[in-house]
């Protein structure tokens, strides 16, 4: 390619055509966005933020059908308000084919090769899968750690993963229970054969709100993000059995490791309470 360059003095984009490489970069990012579908992704969004940002007569292969890629692209992102992402059956793969068929138009009025119209096809694949918990005595919305596990298939063995809700879930096709994999509140589960068909209700009629009790002593994540106020971190802070003294010269100068050293001490209390928490 070096060689063709160097024979040519010509540029990539001016051997391949500046349209052809608008197109690609354009279907790319619509690809990326399909996979990021209600996420919200932040480098996405950013990707898509510059390339809308190529306006004027400098830039003018980006067309009418640039900006529709990127403006579809941030609304799969934006899917739903982040509460609907996209299914993988076989209706909605055919309204996605026709949805974001990867010819673009010129202008407004370019129906010749893709009717416009069929761009709203998207809807149809659209699926509800968040999981959004909530305080079950304030009703405020909260964070919570859920574990999910995966059924086994030939291309992957069975295998789990736990995840801060709210997030959206992996189709339900796909995995066999999800359940709450956190201290901070009462447990609760979902499974295959049990009560599958209340996880399937709550995502679709509830909007994936899942009402948890919170523990005794225990704080949310808002307001207690690394858990040092709960009860059981207050209790050891405030507990005055790990007591020491010694010379003011030994505790400044920090200096050795003995067991009858007050700094050595220190940091051994320090590592246990690190280690309970």
Wanted: net charge positive; charged share 20%.
């Amino acid at each position: 390619m070096s060689k063709l360059l160097a024979i040519s003095k010509r540029s990539v984009a001016e051997l391949a055509g500046q349209a052809t490489i608008e197109q690609t970069i354009c279907v790319h990012v619509l690809a990326l966005s399909l996979v990021m579908a209600g996420t919200g992704d932040l480098e996405v969004i950013r990707v898509i933020r510059f390339l809308r940002s190529r306006v004027g007569p400098k830039h003018s292969t980006v067309t009418y059908g640039s900006h529709v890629a990127l403006h579809l692209s941030l609304g799969l992102l934006l899917l739903g308000g982040g509460e609907l992402t996209l299914s993988t059956g076989p209706e909605a793969v055919a309204a996605m084919i026709c949805a974001f068929y990867p010819k673009f138009p010129t202008h407004s009025n370019d129906n010749r090769y893709h009717l416009q119209a069929l761009r709203h096809f998207y809807v149809l694949a659209c699926d509800r899968r968040l999981v959004f918990p909530h305080d079950c005595k304030t009703l405020d919305p909260i964070y919570a750690h859920l574990e999910v596990e995966f059924a086994e298939t030939e291309f992957y063995p069975r295998m789990s993963m736990v995840r801060k809700a709210p997030f959206l879930l992996p189709e339900l096709k796909y995995i066999t229970r999800v359940s709450l994999h956190d201290d901070r509140y009462h447990g609760y589960t979902f499974s295959v054969g049990k009560n599958w068909d209340e996880l399937g209700d709550l995502l679709a009629k509830n909007g994936g709100r899942i009402y948890l009790q919170q523990k005794a002593g225990c704080h949310p994540y808002r307001t207690d993000p690394h858990g040092f106020r709960s009860q059981l971190a207050q209790s050891l802070a405030k507990d005055n059995s790990f007591q020491w003294s010694g010379e003011s010269g030994v505790i400044a100068g920090g200096r050795g490791g003995g067991r009858n050293n007050p700094i050595g001490n220190f940091r051994y209390v320090l590592y246990t309470y690190v280690q309970l928490l």
